[in-house]
């Protein structure tokens, strides 16, 4: 069983870094076809796909946030964690950590979610 | 800048059948692309459905199936049931470890 679990501050401040965890359990970060990444969803908005670190460390991120993004990973405490620099009112929103199945590209677990607020 | 498409809202009845689409803004969607389509309701993550265009997720139920039709990824169900009340999303690997989700379906059982 597969579980993912966000973590992370619920208000952030505009110009400030957030800075969000996912423990992950029943699962090696290191296992081959195996990555984790972060989808976000502002409230009553679509979804959209952030970042996502690979078993061999490998990293990619959406193009239109790659400037103000980092994920990393800590295999030991098998947990992942995103930043992102320079917050605005429209980061706000839900953010959603899950476990891709390489193989067929498919964000098959997700965590419950973690809603981040923006304000001043 | 790649946009995917899918139609904004959509009705079915009870125990009829709905098709709904995922599309690109430029050129076709293929299994390359493998489609994937999500179900979510208020409060909660979204529910895997489909993945690599066709086949269903465990556990998801039959009446969910998917496809390529035409130029476009489709999600159809077969005979709806009230509490397939909900938002799909589909989304669309675009290679080079990008992908793109849609900007959701809002679907309506009455």
């Known amino acids: 069983q597969i579980t993912l679990k966000e973590s992370g501050p619920t208000l952030v401040k505009p110009t400030q870094t957030l800075t969000l965890t996912c423990t992950v359990s029943?699962?090696?970060?290191?296992?081959?076809?195996?990555?984790v990444g972060w989808i976000r969803q502002p409230p009553g908005k679509a979804l959209e796909w952030l970042a996502n670190?690979?078993?061999?460390?490998?990293?990619r991120y959406s193009p239109s946030l790659k400037s103000r993004l980092t994920i990393t990973r800590d295999t030991s405490k098998t947990q992942v964690v995103l930043t992102l620099t320079n917050v605005d009112p429209v980061d706000t929103g839900t953010y959603y950590c899950?476990?891709?199945?390489?193989?067929?590209?498919?964000?098959?677990?997700w965590g419950q979610g973690t809603l981040v607020t923006v304000s001043s | 800048q790649t946009v995917v498409t899918q139609e904004p809202s959509f009705s079915v009845s009870p125990g009829g059948t709905v098709t709904l689409t995922c599309g690109l803004s430029?050129?076709?969607?293929?299994?390359?692309?493998?489609p994937s389509w999500y179900q979510q309701t208020p409060g909660q993550p979204p529910r895997a459905l489909i993945y690599?265009?066709?086949t269903r997720s465990s556990g998801v139920p039959e009446r969910f199936s998917g496809s390529i039709l035409g130029n476009k990824a489709a999600l159809t169900i077969t005979g709806a049931q009230a509490d397939d009340e909900s938002d799909y999303y589909c989304?669309?690997?675009?290679?080079?470890?990008?992908?793109?989700f849609g900007g959701g379906t809002k679907l309506t059982v009455l």
């Open positions: 989304v669309l690997y675009m290679g080079s470890g990008i992908w793109v």
């Open positions: 690599f265009a066709n």
């Open positions: 670190i690979y078993w061999d460390g490998d990293k």
């Open positions: 029943g699962l090696s970060l290191s296992t081959s076809g195996v990555d």
């Open positions: 430029s050129g076709s969607v293929s299994t390359d692309n493998y």
């Open positions: 899950v476990r891709n199945w390489w193989e067929r590209r498919f964000f098959d677990s």
